[in-house]
Protein backbone atom coordinates (compact mmCIF):
# COMPACT_ATOMS: atom_id res chain seq x y z
CA UNK A 1 0.00 0.00 0.00
CA UNK A 2 0.95 3.53 -0.35
CA UNK A 3 2.03 5.23 2.81
CA UNK A 4 3.43 8.70 4.30
CA UNK A 5 6.36 7.59 6.51
CA UNK A 6 7.92 9.94 8.61
CA UNK A 7 12.43 8.60 8.94
CA UNK A 8 12.95 11.06 11.93
CA UNK A 9 12.00 14.28 13.50
CA UNK A 10 12.49 17.68 10.83
CA UNK A 11 12.73 15.43 7.98
CA UNK A 12 9.73 15.44 4.87
CA UNK A 13 7.75 12.75 4.64
CA UNK A 14 8.51 10.13 2.31
CA UNK A 15 6.15 8.45 0.06
CA UNK A 16 6.52 4.09 0.60
CA UNK A 17 4.99 1.31 -0.71
CA UNK A 18 4.80 -0.47 2.31
CA UNK A 19 3.28 -4.26 3.84
CA UNK A 20 -0.80 -3.25 4.42
CA UNK A 21 -0.61 -4.18 8.33
CA UNK A 22 -2.26 -7.05 9.72
CA UNK A 23 -5.07 -6.86 12.35
CA UNK A 24 -3.67 -8.28 15.37
CA UNK A 25 -6.49 -9.90 17.95
CA UNK A 26 -9.05 -7.11 18.90
CA UNK A 27 -7.73 -5.12 15.88
CA UNK A 28 -9.81 -3.94 12.60
CA UNK A 29 -8.30 -3.24 9.14
CA UNK A 30 -9.81 -0.09 7.69
CA UNK A 31 -9.44 1.02 4.17
CA UNK A 32 -8.58 4.71 4.93
CA UNK A 33 -11.23 7.20 2.98
CA UNK A 34 -10.02 10.32 4.38
CA UNK A 35 -7.46 11.13 7.32
CA UNK A 36 -7.78 14.37 9.16
CA UNK A 37 -3.85 16.75 9.45
CA UNK A 38 -3.72 18.18 13.31
CA UNK A 39 -1.52 20.01 14.69
CA UNK A 40 -0.26 17.51 16.60
CA UNK A 41 1.33 15.62 13.73
CA UNK A 42 3.29 18.72 13.05
CA UNK A 43 4.59 18.79 16.87
CA UNK A 44 5.39 15.06 16.12
CA UNK A 45 7.50 15.88 12.85
CA UNK A 46 9.47 18.76 14.27
CA UNK A 47 10.46 16.54 17.11
CA UNK A 48 8.79 18.60 19.79
CA UNK A 49 7.28 15.39 20.70
CA UNK A 50 9.90 13.18 21.02
CA UNK A 51 8.52 9.50 21.42
CA UNK A 52 7.42 8.50 18.19
CA UNK A 53 7.55 4.95 16.72
CA UNK A 54 10.11 5.31 13.83
CA UNK A 55 9.56 4.76 11.35
CA UNK A 56 5.98 6.48 11.13
CA UNK A 57 2.39 6.18 9.83
CA UNK A 58 1.31 10.07 11.47
CA UNK A 59 -2.46 10.88 11.46
CA UNK A 60 -5.06 10.47 13.86
CA UNK A 61 -8.11 11.96 12.41
CA UNK A 62 -9.11 8.59 10.47
CA UNK A 63 -12.06 7.89 8.74
CA UNK A 64 -11.97 4.16 6.65
CA UNK A 65 -13.82 0.94 6.12
CA UNK A 66 -13.71 -2.05 7.64
CA UNK A 67 -12.51 -4.81 5.72
CA UNK A 68 -10.53 -7.31 7.91
CA UNK A 69 -11.01 -8.32 11.86
CA UNK A 70 -8.55 -9.63 13.95
CA UNK A 71 -9.32 -12.75 16.52
CA UNK A 72 -11.77 -11.51 18.65
CA UNK A 73 -12.58 -8.15 17.19
CA UNK A 74 -16.63 -8.50 16.81
CA UNK A 75 -17.68 -5.03 18.02
CA UNK A 76 -18.96 -4.22 14.69
CA UNK A 77 -19.38 -6.16 10.83
CA UNK A 78 -17.07 -5.86 8.29
CA UNK A 79 -18.24 -2.90 5.93
CA UNK A 80 -18.93 -0.52 8.77
CA UNK A 81 -17.61 3.11 8.51
CA UNK A 82 -15.39 4.00 11.65
CA UNK A 83 -13.67 6.39 12.81
CA UNK A 84 -9.77 6.48 14.65
CA UNK A 85 -9.00 9.28 17.15
CA UNK A 86 -5.82 10.00 19.25
CA UNK A 87 -6.35 7.81 21.86
CA UNK A 88 -5.54 4.60 20.51
CA UNK A 89 -4.94 2.00 23.35
CA UNK A 90 -5.08 2.18 27.36
CA UNK A 91 -4.26 -0.27 30.08
CA UNK A 92 -7.55 -0.21 31.52
CA UNK A 93 -5.50 -0.34 35.27
CA UNK A 94 -3.73 2.42 36.17
CA UNK A 95 -5.44 4.94 38.71
CA UNK A 96 -6.05 7.31 35.73
CA UNK A 97 -8.03 4.27 33.64
CA UNK A 98 -10.16 3.38 36.65
CA UNK A 99 -11.33 6.54 37.93
CA UNK A 100 -12.73 7.91 34.08
CA UNK A 101 -9.60 9.65 33.30
CA UNK A 102 -8.01 7.58 30.90
CA UNK A 103 -6.95 10.12 28.84
CA UNK A 104 -4.45 10.66 31.54
CA UNK A 105 -3.61 6.87 31.52
CA UNK A 106 0.40 6.37 32.64
CA UNK A 107 0.96 3.64 29.63
CA UNK A 108 -1.70 5.07 26.45
CA UNK A 109 -0.84 4.76 23.38
CA UNK A 110 -1.51 7.31 20.32
CA UNK A 111 -2.30 6.94 17.13
CA UNK A 112 -0.21 8.40 14.35
CA UNK A 113 2.72 8.90 17.32
CA UNK A 114 2.93 5.00 19.01
CA UNK A 115 1.03 3.21 16.55
CA UNK A 116 1.01 3.45 12.55
CA UNK A 117 -1.62 6.00 11.70
CA UNK A 118 -4.05 7.17 8.45
CA UNK A 119 -1.68 8.41 6.17
CA UNK A 120 -1.79 5.66 4.23
CA UNK A 121 -4.22 3.51 1.83
CA UNK A 122 -4.87 1.01 5.09
CA UNK A 123 -4.28 1.29 8.92
CA UNK A 124 -5.16 -1.21 11.82
CA UNK A 125 -7.08 0.16 14.94
CA UNK A 126 -8.22 -1.54 18.54
CA UNK A 127 -11.61 -1.61 17.82
CA UNK A 128 -12.22 -0.57 21.52
CA UNK A 129 -10.90 2.80 20.39
CA UNK A 130 -13.17 3.28 17.08
CA UNK A 131 -16.24 4.99 17.17
CA UNK A 132 -19.10 4.92 14.81
CA UNK A 133 -19.04 7.68 12.54
CA UNK A 134 -22.37 9.51 12.01
CA UNK A 135 -24.48 8.90 8.66
CA UNK A 136 -25.12 12.77 7.94
CA UNK A 137 -21.14 13.18 7.59
CA UNK A 138 -19.15 12.79 4.34
CA UNK A 139 -15.76 10.67 4.85
CA UNK A 140 -13.54 13.70 4.44
CA UNK A 141 -15.88 16.30 6.45
CA UNK A 142 -16.06 13.43 8.76
CA UNK A 143 -12.27 13.00 9.43
CA UNK A 144 -11.73 16.98 11.62
CA UNK A 145 -14.30 15.65 14.03
CA UNK A 146 -11.86 12.80 15.12
CA UNK A 147 -9.35 15.67 17.15
CA UNK A 148 -10.16 18.63 16.17
CA UNK A 149 -13.72 18.11 17.05
CA UNK A 150 -13.35 15.60 20.07
CA UNK A 151 -10.21 17.58 21.73
CA UNK A 152 -11.88 21.24 21.09
CA UNK A 153 -14.96 19.47 22.99
CA UNK A 154 -12.98 18.67 25.75
CA UNK A 155 -11.54 21.99 25.66
CA UNK A 156 -15.52 23.33 25.67
CA UNK A 157 -16.01 21.09 28.76
CA UNK A 158 -13.13 22.48 30.86
CA UNK A 159 -14.49 26.55 30.02
CA UNK A 160 -17.57 25.24 32.01
CA UNK A 161 -20.55 27.47 31.87
CA UNK A 162 -19.14 30.88 30.11
CA UNK A 163 -21.60 32.87 28.27
CA UNK A 164 -18.54 34.67 26.90
CA UNK A 165 -15.85 32.39 25.62
CA UNK A 166 -12.38 34.05 23.73
CA UNK A 167 -10.75 31.47 21.52
CA UNK A 168 -7.34 32.08 20.51
CA UNK A 169 -5.92 30.65 17.64
CA UNK A 170 -8.59 29.93 14.67
CA UNK A 171 -7.92 26.82 13.26
CA UNK A 172 -9.31 23.61 12.69
CA UNK A 173 -10.48 23.31 16.45
CA UNK A 174 -11.72 26.44 17.03
CA UNK A 175 -13.67 26.33 13.65
CA UNK A 176 -15.81 23.55 15.02
CA UNK A 177 -15.85 24.42 18.92
CA UNK A 178 -17.12 28.13 17.41
CA UNK A 179 -20.25 26.06 15.78
CA UNK A 180 -21.20 24.12 19.32
CA UNK A 181 -20.33 26.83 21.56
CA UNK A 182 -22.70 28.85 19.30
CA UNK A 183 -25.13 26.06 19.54
CA UNK A 184 -24.90 26.06 23.35
CA UNK A 185 -26.36 30.07 23.46
CA UNK A 186 -22.48 31.59 23.81
CA UNK A 187 -20.73 34.28 22.98
CA UNK A 188 -17.92 33.32 20.88
CA UNK A 189 -14.77 36.00 20.82
CA UNK A 190 -11.82 35.09 17.95
CA UNK A 191 -8.47 36.07 18.33
CA UNK A 192 -6.13 35.66 15.46
CA UNK A 193 -2.77 36.12 14.23
CA UNK A 194 -2.37 40.41 14.41
CA UNK A 195 -3.51 41.16 10.94
CA UNK A 196 -5.52 38.01 9.64
CA UNK A 197 -7.86 39.65 8.31
CA UNK A 198 -8.79 36.32 6.54
CA UNK A 199 -8.80 34.89 9.42
CA UNK A 200 -10.80 37.22 11.30
CA UNK A 201 -13.82 36.90 8.37
CA UNK A 202 -13.67 33.18 8.51
CA UNK A 203 -14.37 33.24 11.94
CA UNK A 204 -17.12 36.25 12.02
CA UNK A 205 -18.65 33.54 8.82
CA UNK A 206 -18.69 30.76 11.22
CA UNK A 207 -21.52 32.75 13.75
CA UNK A 208 -18.54 34.36 16.19
CA UNK A 209 -19.21 37.50 17.70
CA UNK A 210 -16.20 39.66 17.09
CA UNK A 211 -13.45 38.75 15.70
CA UNK A 212 -9.14 40.19 15.91
CA UNK A 213 -6.05 40.67 16.61
CA UNK A 214 -4.64 38.53 19.83
CA UNK A 215 -3.33 41.43 21.45
CA UNK A 216 -6.78 43.41 20.95
CA UNK A 217 -9.44 43.44 23.68
CA UNK A 218 -12.59 42.02 23.44
CA UNK A 219 -15.89 44.15 23.68
CA UNK A 220 -16.96 42.36 27.09
CA UNK A 221 -14.37 40.97 29.81
CA UNK A 222 -14.43 37.20 29.27
CA UNK A 223 -15.86 34.13 31.50
CA UNK A 224 -13.37 31.82 30.11
CA UNK A 225 -10.81 31.45 26.99
CA UNK A 226 -9.60 28.33 24.78
CA UNK A 227 -6.16 28.81 23.32
CA UNK A 228 -5.18 26.44 20.18
CA UNK A 229 -2.47 28.56 18.94
CA UNK A 230 0.56 26.68 20.54
CA UNK A 231 1.95 30.21 21.63
CA UNK A 232 3.34 30.32 26.00
CA UNK A 233 2.72 34.08 25.34
CA UNK A 234 -1.06 34.05 24.75
CA UNK A 235 -1.51 32.87 28.09
CA UNK A 236 -0.75 35.72 30.15
CA UNK A 237 -2.43 37.72 26.91
CA UNK A 238 -5.80 35.30 27.63
CA UNK A 239 -5.82 35.81 31.33
CA UNK A 240 -6.04 39.83 31.09
CA UNK A 241 -9.27 39.18 28.95
CA UNK A 242 -10.67 36.74 31.40
CA UNK A 243 -13.10 38.44 34.00
CA UNK A 244 -12.55 37.07 37.82
CA UNK A 245 -13.43 33.56 38.32
CA UNK A 246 -12.45 32.99 34.60
CA UNK A 247 -10.66 29.62 33.41
CA UNK A 248 -7.94 29.91 30.56
CA UNK A 249 -7.81 26.02 28.84
CA UNK A 250 -4.84 25.24 27.10
CA UNK A 251 -6.03 22.79 24.28
CA UNK A 252 -2.21 21.93 22.37
CA UNK A 253 0.01 19.09 23.41
CA UNK A 254 2.49 21.55 23.00
CA UNK A 255 2.72 25.37 23.32
CA UNK A 256 5.80 27.29 23.42
CA UNK A 257 7.57 28.91 26.87
CA UNK A 258 4.88 30.66 28.87
CA UNK A 259 6.67 34.20 29.61
CA UNK A 260 6.64 34.97 33.53
CA UNK A 261 3.34 37.30 34.56
CA UNK A 262 2.59 39.62 37.58
CA UNK A 263 0.25 37.57 40.06
CA UNK A 264 -1.93 40.09 39.44
CA UNK A 265 -2.95 38.32 36.70
CA UNK A 266 -4.03 35.12 37.88
CA UNK A 267 -5.58 36.75 41.31
CA UNK A 268 -9.53 36.63 41.43
CA UNK A 269 -9.64 32.90 41.15
CA UNK A 270 -8.78 32.62 37.74
CA UNK A 271 -7.57 29.23 36.83
CA UNK A 272 -5.49 28.15 34.02
CA UNK A 273 -5.27 24.53 32.98
CA UNK A 274 -4.55 22.41 30.18
CA UNK A 275 -6.50 19.51 28.04
CA UNK A 276 -4.90 16.62 27.72
CA UNK A 277 -6.22 13.55 24.98
CA UNK A 278 -9.02 12.84 24.91
CA UNK A 279 -11.50 9.76 27.18
CA UNK A 280 -13.86 7.29 24.42
CA UNK A 281 -16.66 9.20 26.46
CA UNK A 282 -15.58 12.51 25.21
CA UNK A 283 -15.73 10.88 21.97
CA UNK A 284 -19.34 9.52 22.12
CA UNK A 285 -20.78 12.60 23.43
CA UNK A 286 -19.17 14.68 21.47
CA UNK A 287 -20.42 12.70 17.84
CA UNK A 288 -23.45 12.45 19.53
CA UNK A 289 -23.67 16.26 19.61
CA UNK A 290 -22.17 17.02 16.01
CA UNK A 291 -25.15 15.98 13.85
CA UNK A 292 -27.81 18.19 16.13
CA UNK A 293 -25.83 21.49 16.16
CA UNK A 294 -25.33 20.66 12.73
CA UNK A 295 -21.10 21.16 13.16
CA UNK A 296 -20.24 22.18 9.33
CA UNK A 297 -16.67 21.41 9.08
CA UNK A 298 -14.85 23.32 6.41
CA UNK A 299 -11.86 21.12 4.68
CA UNK A 300 -8.88 21.45 2.44
CA UNK A 301 -8.48 18.03 0.72
CA UNK A 302 -5.35 16.84 -0.37
CA UNK A 303 -4.03 13.71 -1.99
CA UNK A 304 -2.46 11.51 0.19
CA UNK A 305 0.79 11.76 -1.35
CA UNK A 306 0.35 15.52 -0.86
CA UNK A 307 0.58 15.57 2.97
CA UNK A 308 4.00 17.48 3.53
CA UNK A 309 2.34 20.47 1.67
CA UNK A 310 -0.72 20.36 3.66
CA UNK A 311 1.63 19.95 6.81
CA UNK A 312 3.38 22.86 5.43
CA UNK A 313 0.23 24.79 4.73
CA UNK A 314 -0.52 24.31 8.41
CA UNK A 315 2.38 24.95 9.61
CA UNK A 316 2.37 28.67 7.77
CA UNK A 317 -1.19 29.27 8.97
CA UNK A 318 -2.58 29.37 5.87
CA UNK A 319 -5.47 26.67 5.94
CA UNK A 320 -8.62 28.02 6.16
CA UNK A 321 -10.44 25.03 7.74
CA UNK A 322 -8.48 21.39 8.57
CA UNK A 323 -6.79 20.18 5.86
CA UNK A 324 -7.85 16.24 4.83
CA UNK A 325 -5.79 14.06 3.26
CA UNK A 326 -7.26 11.59 0.45
CA UNK A 327 -5.66 8.10 -0.67
CA UNK A 328 -6.61 7.58 -4.47
CA UNK A 329 -6.53 3.24 -3.54
CA UNK A 330 -5.19 2.15 -6.84
CA UNK A 331 -6.49 -1.18 -6.19
CA UNK A 332 -9.66 0.48 -6.69
ZN1 LIG B 1 -4.18 3.28 32.32
ZN1 LIG C 1 -4.95 15.90 16.81
Known amino acids: MQAMLLDG ?113 YAVADERFCFLVPARFGDVEAAPLLCAGLIGFRALVAAGDARSLGIYGFGAA ?62 PEALRRVAKGGTVVCAGIHMSDIPAFPYDLLWGERVVRSVANLTRQDGEQFLHLAPDVPVRTTTIPFPLSGANEALAALREGRLRGAAVLVPDHRDG
Open 174 to 235: AHIVAQVARHQGRRVYAFTRPGDAEAQRFALELGTAWAGDSGAAPPEPLEAAILFAPVGALV
Open 9 to 121: PRRPLREADIDRPHPAPGQLLLRVSACGVCRTDLHVADGELTDPKLPLVLGHEIVGTIVAAGDGATRFPLGTRVGVPWLGWTCGECPYCRSGRENLCDRARFTGYQIDGGYAE
